[in-house]
Nanobody
Framework: QVQLVESGGGLVQAGDSLRLSCAAS????????MGWFRQAPGEEREFVAG???????LYVDSVKGRFTISRDDAKNTLYLRMNGLKPEDTAVYYC?????????????????WGQGTQVTVSS
């Protein structure tokens, strides 16, 4: 059974940093795309960053230059380093894994999801 477990969220002040982790189990994802999405109250789930099997990555414009997605395939773990956090980054952050090799910005292209971790940024 595939499981994705996020960790690293919390309550921080504007300008602070956090690193989210997503530990995968049940199968290896070294040949697959993975991504981070977020969802704020009353909003739709939003693509944040994606990384392909060959480490190509893509970011939503609002986080470019502040967030970095990375993966450690030896640990079967995905990361999201978030610097310069802003109140508008407040959301539940979800890790996702795809059976495809290339990232997508569409949630429907991901086959496995974590339970989410809350990130709250105070002003």
């Amino acid at each position: 059974q595939v499981q994705l477990v996020e960790s690293g969220g919390g309550l921080v002040q504007a300008g602070d940093s956090l690193r989210l982790s997503c530990a995968a189990s049940g199968r290896a994802f070294s040949s697959n795309a993975m991504g981070w999405f977020r969802q704020a109250p009353g909003e739709e789930r939003e693509f944040v960053a994606g990384i392909s099997w060959n480490f190509d990555s893509l970011y939503v414009d609002s986080v470019k230059g502040r967030f970095t997605i990375s993966r450690d395939d030896a640990k079967n773990t995905l990361y999201l380093r978030m610097n310069g956090l802003k109140p508008e980054d407040t959301a539940v952050y979800y890790c996702a894994a795809s059976k495809a090799r290339i990232y997508s910005t569409r949630p429907s292209m991901y086959d496995y999801w974590g339970q989410g971790t809350q990130v709250t940024v105070s002003s």
